[in-house]
RNA sequence: GGCCCCAUCGUCUAGCGGUUAGGACAUUGCCUUCUCAAGGCAAGGAUCAUGGGUUCGAAUCCCAUUGGGGUCACCA
């Protein structure tokens, strides 16, 4: 069967550069067995949509050197690639569901969980979960308030308690029990439908057989599996991998310590071949002392018995910026002249090179590429050869 | 709190029953050098979280504890 992944941003912000971790693996291991890497996109959350960030997720993407073999822009056998484009699939299958008695209608308004939520934590209860108050509608009585144009979602009715059981491709066996899972929501009141729902519809229909999502995806793996098996389907292999956190830090990475942004990273000057080594190695490792890979070496090299079972990585900047002048030193000086002013030319940073001839340039390029670690340096290592330094002369007479 | 996952130098990791526990980043020193780098060499740095087992033998297998993380939404 032929290899296929996929990436599933939301248009709800920057892209991260832990999710370019993960499209990297995702991407690498349809690459390596000659299957397709798709990307689809998940904007389901109406209220949470950032402007353009769609745009600039795929030009990230891009800017990274990696590509979809369907998606957005490029199409494919199983378009639309956007769920907001797919709704009446979602909702023919949730209608499935209701008539197979997997799902039932639910009225309850938003007020009226949040209050049941909260009773339930006052009293204790060590987990809050919807109380089914909507299960013991009758069918006819709950089809006939829907069709009377009563606000409703769809819900997943969650059996009593059965164990569920699943390989995770890189943790190995996992097992979950119903009774910890709630009866959630499909089908949201406005027909779109939430994650669960639609990532379970998608998969299978865009014949996915790999599925490499971070660690937090864990727990809600048992809701996925239940959906498969009511629809009769097949689950695609799924594997977790681990986040990545600032160094020393216990959390995700955040913004406080530095660029989390991947489009970020590449304004400050760091190289894209950098920065995809440097990602290669956050939850993989060759078992070997190589540390420099090119994507293709990469793409040969993957494997996921490789993959990390560690559930948090420090992202060491002072390492990046080592690949990164590793990168540049492996460049021409020619070359490197060239990716530095595109990147100049890119994010409109002035590199205070005057009118100097393109000989004189490739000079002081040369002197300074050793030391050149990020682009953004070049400025303050270069604007001597420039510049007249002003010199103090009471500091000198000091 | 319930459930789930994880645990080797400061950091990323190798290790999959017998190793002086290896490498890389970072740190320090030396060499090279007109400086700074880069490069080369070297050093320090890990009681393999703790406690029990299993075994002739455990970083490696099992259990418990501790610590950390994740998750419990009409968000993904």
């Given at each position: 069967?032929?290899?296929?992944?996929?990436?599933?941003?939301?248009?709800?912000?920057?892209?991260?550069?832990?999710?370019?971790r993960?499209?990297l693996f995702?991407f690498a291991w349809?690459k390596k067995n000659?299957?397709?890497?798709?990307?689809?996109?998940?904007?389901?959350?109406?209220?949470?949509?950032?402007?353009?960030?769609?745009?600039?997720?795929?030009?990230?993407?891009?800017?990274?050197?990696?590509?979809?073999?369907?998606?957005?822009?490029?199409?494919?056998?199983?378009?639309?690639?956007?769920?907001?484009?797919?709704?009446?699939?979602?909702?023919?299958?949730?209608?499935?569901?209701?008539?197979?008695?997997?799902?039932?209608?639910?009225?309850?308004?938003?007020?009226?969980?949040?209050?049941?939520?909260?009773?339930?934590?006052?009293?204790?209860?060590?987990?809050?979960?919807?109380?089914?108050?909507?299960?013991?509608?009758?069918?006819?009585?709950?089809?006939?308030?829907?069709?009377?144009?009563?606000?409703?979602?769809?819900?997943?009715?969650?059996?009593?308690?059965?164990?569920?059981?699943?390989?995770?491709l890189f943790?190995?066996?996992?097992?979950?029990?119903?009774?910890?899972?709630?009866?959630?929501?499909?089908?949201?009141?406005?027909?779109?439908?939430?994650?669960?729902?639609?990532?379970?519809?998608?998969?299978?229909?865009?014949?996915?057989?790999?599925?490499m999502?971070?660690?937090?995806?864990?727990?809600?793996?048992?809701?996925?599996?239940?959906?498969?098996?009511?629809?009769?389907?097949?689950?695609?292999?799924?594997g977790?991998l681990p986040?990545?956190?600032?160094?020393?830090?216990?959390?995700?990475?955040?913004?406080?310590?530095?660029?989390?942004?991947?489009?970020?990273?590449?304004?400050?000057?760091?190289?894209?071949e950098a920065?995809l080594n440097f990602l290669m190695l956050l939850g993989w490792n060759p078992g070997t002392e190589k540390e420099i890979y090119s994507l293709e070496e990469f793409i040969s090299a993957f494997s996921l018995e490789r993959v990390h079972k560690t559930?948090?990585i420090?992202?060491?900047?002072?390492k990046?910026?080592w690949f990164?002048?590793v990168?540049?030193?492996?460049?021409?000086?020619?070359?490197?002249?060239?990716?530095?002013?595109?990147?100049?030319?890119?994010?409109?940073?002035?590199?205070?090179?005057?009118?100097?001839?393109?000989?004189?340039?490739?000079?002081?390029?040369?002197?300074?590429?050793?030391?050149?670690?990020?682009?953004?340096?070049?400025?303050?290592?270069?604007?001597?050869?420039?510049?007249?330094?002003?010199?103090?002369?009471?500091?000198?007479?000091?």
């Amino acid at each position: 069967m032929t290899v296929r992944t996929r990436m599933a941003p939301s248009p709800t912000g920057e892209y991260h550069i832990g999710s370019m971790r993960t499209m990297l693996f995702n991407f690498a291991w349809a690459k390596k067995n000659n299957g397709q890497f798709v990307l689809r996109i998940e904007d389901t959350d109406r209220t949470r949509l950032v402007e353009g960030s769609l745009e600039r997720t795929l030009q990230v993407v891009k800017d990274f050197g990696l590509s979809w073999d369907e998606g957005p822009v490029v199409g494919g056998p199983y378009a639309p690639y956007v769920q907001s484009e797919r709704l009446s699939l979602y909702q023919e299958y949730a209608n499935k569901l209701l008539e197979s008695g997997h799902a039932y209608y639910c009225f309850c308004t938003p007020e009226r969980l949040t209050q049941v939520r909260e009773e339930q934590q006052k009293a204790g209860a060590p987990l809050t979960h919807y109380d089914k108050f909507c299960l013991k509608n009758s069918k006819e009585e709950s089809e006939a308030r829907v069709k009377a144009g009563e606000k409703h979602v769809i819900r997943y009715k969650m059996p009593a308690d059965e164990e569920i059981q699943f390989n995770d491709l890189f943790l190995g066996p996992i097992t979950f029990h119903t009774k910890d899972l709630d009866d959630y929501v499909m089908l949201k009141s406005d027909g779109f439908p939430t994650y669960h729902l639609a990532v379970v519809v998608d998969d299978h229909l865009m014949n996915m057989t790999y599925i490499m999502r971070g660690v937090e995806w864990i727990p809600s793996t048992p809701k996925h599996i239940l959906l498969y098996k009511a629809f009769g389907w097949e689950m695609p292999l799924t594997g977790h991998l681990p986040n990545l956190k600032e160094v020393g830090a216990h959390k995700k990475l955040s913004k406080r310590d530095g660029t989390v942004d991947a489009r970020l990273f590449l304004e400050e000057g760091y190289l894209p071949e950098a920065l995809l080594n440097f990602l290669m190695l956050l939850g993989w490792n060759p078992g070997t002392e190589k540390e420099i890979y090119s994507l293709e070496e990469f793409i040969s090299a993957f494997s996921l018995e490789r993959v990390h079972k560690t559930d948090l990585i420090s992202f060491d900047r002072e390492k990046l910026l080592w690949f990164n002048g590793v990168y540049i030193r492996q460049m021409s000086v020619e070359d490197l002249w060239l990716q530095i002013v595109k990147w100049a030319a890119t994010y409109g940073v002035d590199l205070g090179i005057d009118d100097r001839d393109h000989d004189y340039i490739i000079k002081v390029v040369a002197l300074t590429q050793e030391r050149l670690r990020l682009f953004s340096e070049f400025n303050e290592l270069t604007s001597y050869f420039f510049t007249e330094p002003k010199v103090d002369k009471e500091l000198l007479n000091k």
